[in-house]
């Protein structure tokens, strides 16, 4: 599903995302924004911070969690912020997906990604197996930053908007996603974004929400089919993004064809369910598709 070839492909965005992305310094400059009314979106860019942390260091599944949330001129910026859990896929990293989570960050949402205990890069024991209990390790990390939201003396502390979740993943980071949306999840995870990955028995259950699926037409690893029957089990609104003959996820490399357009449509897609910006769901269309590199279609028709 993640594979070592997907290693090879995300590589190149650990590296040009540079190490300012990295070090918390900025990917793109702006100034803190003010409150903003109901349904709206900033309209403005952040400079990103990155903070890191473990959960449960002495525990059988500790969890190092990556965190890319939008700086303002001392700290994080000013506001409180929706949250999306980001889940990487097999033998990969959470910062291998940099050039995606930082450029959400700067578009005004916290991104927290976990390092999976037994299918990140550097696991001593990997186990694909191990994906099925990855939605409760991304439930963990949303748990602990509604504890970081009210602890007295964290950076991060009244600026997480924990009532507003979003999770998004790669290849079995798509699964761990799908699978956080189960019969009776909590109603604060508005949304789901899948990117070449499918669905377990079990997942895209319960409570309908906005769900957002990103495949390659010629992924060999995880095929389209698996994506696309996973679309139409969705209970509430779907829409796929397909990137026309490409495989398991060059289009996350800035200055790949599509890119662009998964750039465009995922945040549009975020900044509608988790700010509840209208017009920006009104974008997505005009976001997703260019003509010879990608299609775009909904269920129902939004």
Not at 110 to 116: D, H, L, Q, T
Not at 172 to 200: C, D, E, K, N
């Amino acid at each position: 599903m993640g594979g070592k070839r997907l290693i090879a492909v995300l590589m190149t965005a650990l590296f040009t995302a540079g190490a300012a992305a990295l070090t918390g310094c900025g990917v793109v400059t702006g100034t803190p924004a003010e409150a903003l009314p109901a349904g709206h979106s900033p309209e403005r860019t952040y400079t990103v911070g990155v903070r890191t942390l473990t959960l449960d260091p002495t525990s059988d599944r500790p969890l190092p969690v990556t965190i890319w949330y939008p700086r303002g001129s001392a700290g994080v910026a000013t506001g409180r912020f929706p949250v999306v859990l980001y889940s990487h896929g097999l033998h990969s990293l959470p910062e291998l997906h940099a050039e995606l989570t930082s450029r959400w960050a700067a578009a005004g949402f916290v991104v927290a990604a976990p390092a999976y205990p037994h299918t990140n890069r550097f696991a001593t024991r990997f186990n694909r197996a191990d994906v099925r209990h990855q939605p409760a390790d991304a439930w963990r990390v949303i748990r602990h930053l509604g504890q970081l939201n009210t602890r007295r003396g964290d950076p991060l502390a009244g600026h997480l908007d924990v009532t507003r979740v979003g999770a998004a993943g790669h290849s079995a980071g798509g699964y761990t996603t799908a699978g956080m949306f189960t019969a009776g999840h909590p109603a604060r995870l508005r949304s789901g974004i899948v990117i070449a990955g499918g669905a377990r028995p079990g997942s895209l259950t319960g409570p309908a929400r906005p769900m957002l699926f990103v495949h390659g037409t010629a992924d060999p690893i995880v095929t389209e089919a698996v994506g696309r029957a996973a679309h139409h089990r969705v209970r509430g609104p779907s829409a796929f993004l397909s990137l026309l003959g490409q495989g398991h996820g060059e289009y996350l490399n800035p200055g790949r064809p599509g890119f662009a357009q998964v750039l465009a449509t995922t945040t549009d897609f975020l900044r509608w369910t988790l700010y509840g910006d209208q017009s920006a769901r009104t974008r997505l269309p005009t976001d997703a598709r260019l003509p010879g590199v990608t299609t775009y279609d909904t269920r129902p028709t939004w």
